[in-house]
């Protein structure tokens, strides 16, 4: 298995455009994870989704993101009008969840600079 | 929502066993306990979960004490590639239970 695939693995885009992330999942896992790295705040949840439902999307920062889980194998995070302020490394990981949720598996992580 | 509290850093050698402890006095019951691990430039990584007592794998053992306040990690025979952050984690029950990482334990492991 390829693992969580992420694209793109960087991004430069200006202040106001919008940033669109993505995520494939690995195959069989049912609950995908988005979450933002920074020094400053260090590694947060943005939004959970099991079985394709967004579970609790209370970590998003504002009405600027946004997240979609369309099918089993694809998500997006994206950021509309983007800010400075939100560079950071995007992550986001997958797991089997039955009950609990099992080991998370991280994708490499996409690094977005907003100048 | 379950808080953790953990070292900010730790220094070791190598060969030598190191042991990270993690409080988390308001944990739930039905969180379990959970530690990653981290390199630069990467995601992190599972290392091992569990509920109550111990917990052993090929990369690490975890004790909880009867009251779950507190868990702790130990490697044995740390090599230099065991440097990284290690985050403990408490939740994950599947009910919209947030998963949070704390501020993690930087650990160096010097030769």
């Given at each position: 298995?390829?693992?969580?695939?992420?694209?793109?693995?960087?991004?430069?885009?200006?202040?106001?455009?919008?940033?669109?992330?993505?995520?494939?999942?690995?195959?069989?896992?049912n609950?995908?994870f988005w979450?933002?790295?920074?020094m400053?705040?260090?590694?947060e949840?943005?939004?959970?989704f099991?079985?394709?439902v967004?579970?609790?999307?209370?970590g998003?920062?504002?009405d600027?993101?946004?997240?979609?889980?369309?099918?089993?194998?694809?998500?997006?995070?994206?950021?509309?009008?983007?800010?400075?302020?939100?560079?950071?490394?995007?992550?986001?990981?997958?797991?089997f969840t039955?009950g609990?949720?099992?080991?998370?598996?991280?994708?490499?992580g996409?690094?977005?600079?907003?100048? | 929502?379950?808080?953790t509290?953990?070292?900010?850093?730790?220094?070791?050698?190598?060969?030598?066993?190191?042991?990270?402890?993690?409080s988390?006095?308001?944990i739930?019951?039905?969180?379990?306990?959970?530690?990653?691990?981290q390199?630069?430039?990467?995601?992190?990584?599972?290392?091992?979960?569990?509920?109550?007592?111990?917990?052993?794998n090929?990369?690490?053992?975890?004790?909880?004490?009867?009251?779950?306040k507190?868990?702790?990690?130990?490697?044995?025979?740390?090599?230099?590639?065991?440097?990284?952050v290690?985050y403990c984690?408490?939740?994950?029950?599947?009910a919209?239970?947030?998963?949070?990482?704390g501020?993690?334990?930087?650990?160096?492991?010097?030769?």
């Open positions: 298995d390829a693992g969580v695939i992420q694209s793109p693995r960087h991004e430069v885009t200006e202040m106001g455009q919008e940033v669109t992330l993505r995520c494939k999942p690995i195959s069989g896992h609950s995908l979450y933002r790295q920074t400053m705040r260090g590694l949840l943005l939004i959970y099991n079985n394709n967004p579970i609790d999307d209370s998003m920062p504002e600027r993101f946004s997240a979609k889980m369309p099918n089993a194998s694809f998500s997006t995070l994206k950021i509309q009008p983007s800010e400075p302020r939100d560079s950071a490394v995007y992550f986001c990981a997958s797991s039955s609990r949720v099992y080991e998370q598996y991280f994708g490499p996409t690094r977005l600079t907003v100048t | 929502l379950a808080k509290t953990q070292p900010i850093s730790m220094d070791s050698y190598e060969g030598q066993e190191v042991n990270i402890t993690c988390h006095n308001n739930a019951t039905n969180d379990y306990i959970t530690w990653y691990q390199f630069p430039s990467q995601g992190p990584r599972f290392i091992i979960q569990g509920y109550k007592t111990k917990v052993t090929e990369v690490a053992s975890l004790f909880i004490p009867a009251d779950r507190s868990s702790t990690l130990s490697l044995p025979r740390v090599s230099l590639s065991d440097t990284a290690y984690l408490v939740g994950g029950d599947n919209g239970n947030m998963l949070t990482f501020g993690g334990t930087r650990l160096m492991v010097k030769p």
